[in-house]
Nanobody, 123 residues
Framework: VQLVESGGGLVQAGGSLRLSCAASGRTFSRNSMGWFRQAPGKEREFVATVSGDDGATLYLDAVKGRFTISRDKAKNTLYLEMNSLKPEDTAIYYC?????????????????WGQGTQVTVSS
């Protein structure tokens, strides 16, 4: 099973990026998936998750209204649309696939992880 993120890069504050996470080796159509991030010197934190059944979503308060998580089940791909980016959004962003159908913000409930993609927001 592989999760491969793409779409990271350097952007100015207020700009936008769209991250993608392509899954292979198994389908996650019935499983929840999520995005996490880790900034330098900080622990990894939950960003957003989407459930595997009804498509319900949950976000970190700091990104609500700016980030949107979505998925294309036919393509087995997860997305994170990031708008109004701030310097504090700078981090390595990881996508993850869970064993659960219901969404979860707990990293321990994700079994599959991508290698991460760097997002840098300049002020």
């Amino acid at each position: 099973v592989q999760l491969v993120e793409s779409g990271g890069g350097l952007v100015q504050a207020g700009g936008s990026l769209r991250l993608s996470c392509a899954a292979s080796g198994r389908t996650f159509s019935r499983n929840s998936m999520g995005w996490f991030r880790q900034a330098p010197g900080k622990e990894r934190e939950f960003v957003a998750t989407v459930s595997g059944d009804d498509g319900a979503t949950l976000y970190l308060d700091a990104v609500k209204g700016r980030f949107t998580i979505s998925r294309d089940k036919a393509k087995n791909t997860l997305y994170l649309e990031m708008n109004s980016l701030k310097p504090e959004d700078t981090a390595i962003y990881y996508c993850a696939g869970s064993r659960l159908r219901a969404y979860t913000m707990e990293s321990e409930e994700y079994d599959y992880w991508g290698q991460g993609t760097q997002v840098t927001v300049s002020s």
